[in-house]
């Protein structure tokens, strides 16, 4: 089988179908959020109505909510159109936001997209705490209904389950990731013929694909149909990683499996459970599990369990991704990054995020005990990184795409809308839970912009208190400082500029070397750099070279490894006989410090626990010289 695409001369090309491992991998890494979903929305939406008699209206009407926000949200807004917003093959809020700062023109507008990409981020971590901690809930929880017996021991199974996932990460997910695939294979052959099986039952089921009912819903219950508008959007969770894994895959297999795959037993499953529902109204208590014969319930307990470590994992991953990315674009001191694999630089492990997110979700599901609790502070995060991500599309589409501002504003206004309008419902949960994730977002955003705000400020007092490189190298050859052999290395933010380390070298040990590198590192907007752009050379002077290092935000520096490139561009480079000299700043407020004491507070605890330079760029520590100086900001 094949498909087409159109070619630059008008022609139709035909494109193959990916491999099935591809397929099956995507599965894995991409949909587990998403599909693990059904096991607490749509029961989640109809507690709402626990009020009253549930009958068809309210059934159907929910039913009709669930399939139009996969159609328009997942389908239309994600699948179809912002996957087209690709930042050199990567996706996800950053990337995006990365993307649309190119385009923008004025400080004003660039500050503005800033802000807006950092809270989307932020409100991601948000979701990423909360889904392990439903997600495994909602799986375990299943024991009520296949094993009464066992309903004491969710509890302390969940917390079990979510120890030894985080406890494993260290082991990276190359070896684990094999069996990801095959699993939410299983998993949506499974629900879709669950919910298939009783659609045949009860086909009248069907007749939610109508908006009609959706509309009668929110006409007849009105206030109670906007609160509902809070549930619904559970069953879009996890929409974001279309486009955050994007990378990884490709679009064309995330595409593929959404349009023929996943999207249909997604469907399946929901208006199976509401056909139950109609025919059983006591299946209301766990419509999911109820949907499986008795004999078949605790195997689907385990096999829900695997798909919600599975999702689980799939996030935890991409908070190390976005961690570093935030690191690499200036938001997040340095952390310790491991990488797991020898063949794939995207899996890595953060041992501080991992500890962090283990705690943060130990915590809800110790305070919160159950999915349905937990329900109430989901969605807000959510929700919230839908509406930075329309907000970013409209500039990326308008000015990278040349979508006319109508076309613009007018798409991606409507789905702004539409996110607004599920931001609002959600905004209801906030006494109930729903400041929790919010809190926790506002929490980071202060972190970043604290942290972005003092290295700005630093760096404008280095610029203040620093020497031209052009001034020292042109009185260079009139002084009397003495060389030594070898070859020393100076780290600088600023190529122009005369490292402070250097200086403190000369002032107390009054000496040179032969051969001096004066390297930067720079972090570009594009997801990797290749070799051939990776290093670039210019000799100032005899013996004194600038080098420049770029990376993308997607990759972890290297130093000594980049340095060894040096040869083939002409440069004698021995790893054994090169010193590297580190200025270490000791950060002290000054008599009127330029940002809020709380602040400056956070930006001087950030920077004290910040990982090592050396740690960082992987440099060797036996071959590191130490220059400390106070700096007051």
């Not at 802000?115 to 979701?127: N, P, R, S, Y």
């Not at 509401?274 to 689907?300: E, Q, Y």
């Not at 001087?604 to 010289?625: C, K």
Request: hydrophobic share 55%; net charge positive; with cysteine.
């Amino acid at each position: 089988m094949t498909t087409t695409t159109a070619t630059t001369n008008g022609e139709a090309a035909p494109r193959k179908l990916p491999p099935v491992g591809v397929l099956l991998a995507v599965l894995g890494v991409v949909y587990g959020d998403i599909g693990t979903s059904p096991l607490y929305a749509l029961r989640a939406s109809l507690h709402i109505f626990e009020d009253v008699q549930i009958t068809s209206v309210e059934v159907l009407g929910i039913l009709s909510l669930i399939f139009w926000s996969l159609i328009l949200i997942v389908t239309i807004k994600y699948v179809t159109l912002i996957m087209h917003a690709d930042n050199h093959g990567e996706g996800g809020i950053l990337a995006l936001m990365a993307l649309a700062l190119r385009v923008s023109v004025g400080t004003h507008m660039r500050n503005v997209v800033a802000l807006v990409g950092i809270a989307g981020a932020c409100l991601f971590f948000g979701d990423g705490i909360i889904t392990p901690a439903i997600s495994v809930l909602s799986a375990v929880e299943g024991l009520e209904v296949s094993t009464p017996g066992l309903a004491e021991f969710v509890l302390p199974i969940s917390v079990g389950v979510i120890v030894v996932l985080f406890a494993v990460q260290w082991r990276g997910t190359t070896s684990v990731g094999r069996a990801f695939g095959p699993v939410m294979a299983v998993w949506f052959v499974v629900i879709g013929v669950l919910g298939l099986a009783e659609i045949v039952r009860y086909p009248a089921i069907l007749l939610a694909i109508s908006p009609h009912y959706a509309v009668l819903l929110c006409v007849q219950y009105k206030v109670l149909a906007f609160v509902v508008l809070g549930a619904v959007v559970l069953c879009v969770t996890g929409a974001e990683a279309l486009y955050a894994d994007m990378g990884h895959f490709g679009a064309y297999p995330i595409r593929l499996n959404w349009t023929f795959f996943v999207l249909p037993s997604l469907v399946l499953n929901y208006f199976g459970q509401g056909a139950l529902i109609l025919r059983d109204p006591a299946a209301l208590a766990n419509p999911f599990f109820l949907l499986a014969p008795a004999w078949a319930r605790l195997p689907l307990v385990i096999l829900a369990t695997m798909a919600t470590v599975i999702a689980s994992q799939a996030l935890i991953s991409g908070a190390y991704s976005v961690t570093r990315q935030c690191m690499q674009l200036g938001f997040l001191p340095r952390m310790t990054v491991r990488h797991t694999s020898i063949t794939e630089e995207g899996q890595i492990y953060m041992p501080q995020v991992n500890a962090a997110l283990m705690v943060g979700v130990l915590m809800l599901v110790l305070a919160f005990k159950s999915s349905g609790a937990l329900a109430a502070a989901y969605g807000i995060a959510v929700t919230g990184t839908f509406m930075c991500t329309c907000v970013l599309a409209t500039v990326v589409f308008r000015r990278q795409f040349h979508w006319s501002r109508v076309a613009a504003i007018g798409v991606f206004g409507g789905f702004l809308a539409i996110d607004s309008v599920f931001f609002a419902a959600n905004a209801l949960k906030i006494p109930n839970g729903g400041w929790v994730p919010l809190a926790f977002g506002l929490a980071l955003m202060a972190l970043m912009t604290s942290w972005k705000r003092g290295r700005d400020l630093l760096l404008a007092r280095w610029k203040q208190d620093s020497l031209p490189l052009s001034s020292f190298l042109a009185r260079l050859p009139q002084s009397r400082t003495l060389r030594v052999p070898g070859m020393a290395v100076f780290l600088t933010g600023n190529p122009d500029y005369v490292p402070t380390a250097l200086l403190h070298n000369l002032k107390h040990n009054k000496v040179l070397h032969e051969r001096v590198l004066f390297v930067t590192v720079l972090n570009v907007d594009r997801p990797e750099v290749g070799r051939d752009r990776r290093t670039e050379v210019e000799e100032l002077v005899p013996g004194v070279h600038r080098v420049v290092l770029r990376y993308g935000f997607m990759e972890s520096p290297n130093i000594p490894r980049a340095l060894e490139d040096l040869k083939r561009l002409g440069v004698a480079f021995d790893p054994m006989q090169v010193s590297y000299f580190l200025g270490r700043e000791v950060m002290v407020p000054a008599m009127a410090p330029k940002m809020p004491l709380w602040r400056l507070w956070l930006f001087l605890v950030m920077a004290r626990n910040a990982v090592p330079a050396t740690e960082f760029f992987r440099i060797p520590s036996d071959r590191v010289v130490e220059l400390g100086v106070r700096v007051a900001i």
